[in-house]
Nanobody, 124 residues
């Protein structure tokens, strides 16, 4: 079992940057594909980015390509998301999620474990 705790959210001006972190418990973190999702009120969670268990493959939603970077440090049981050139459409609660699937899914149901979320607010 994996427990996930996100941090790093906050208020930032448009054009600014934030770095989210997701710390995982358990000794099997390195065997999980990790992803970030985001959710705005009244909407479903949307896939943002994913990284393979070894960190050698990354995947991004079209809306964040070139602006967001996902990475992981298996020695620290942590996955990161560097977010640059933020705009108001990036305002959401961001969640990290873990799955044993080798290829990351883009649906919530593909993931077994979720963090509690961290709020990111971009002011224009």
């Amino acid at each position: 079992q994996v427990q996930l705790v996100e941090s790093g959210g906050g208020l930032v001006q448009a054009g600014g940057s934030l770095r989210l972190s997701c710390a995982a418990s358990g000794r099997t973190f390195s065997t999980y594909t990790m992803s970030w999702f985001r959710q705005t009120p009244g909407k479903e969670r949307d896939f943002v980015a994913a990284i393979s268990w070894r960190g050698d493959r990354t995947y991004y939603a079209d809306s964040v390509k070139g602006r967001f970077t996902i990475s992981r440090d298996n020695a620290k049981n942590t996955v990161y998301q560097q977010m640059n050139s933020l705009n108001s459409e990036d305002t959401a609660v961001y969640y990290c999620a873990a799955t044993r699937l080798l290829s990351p899914g883009v649906r919530e149901t593909d993931y077994s474990y979720w963090g509690q979320g961290t709020q990111v607010t971009v002011s224009s």
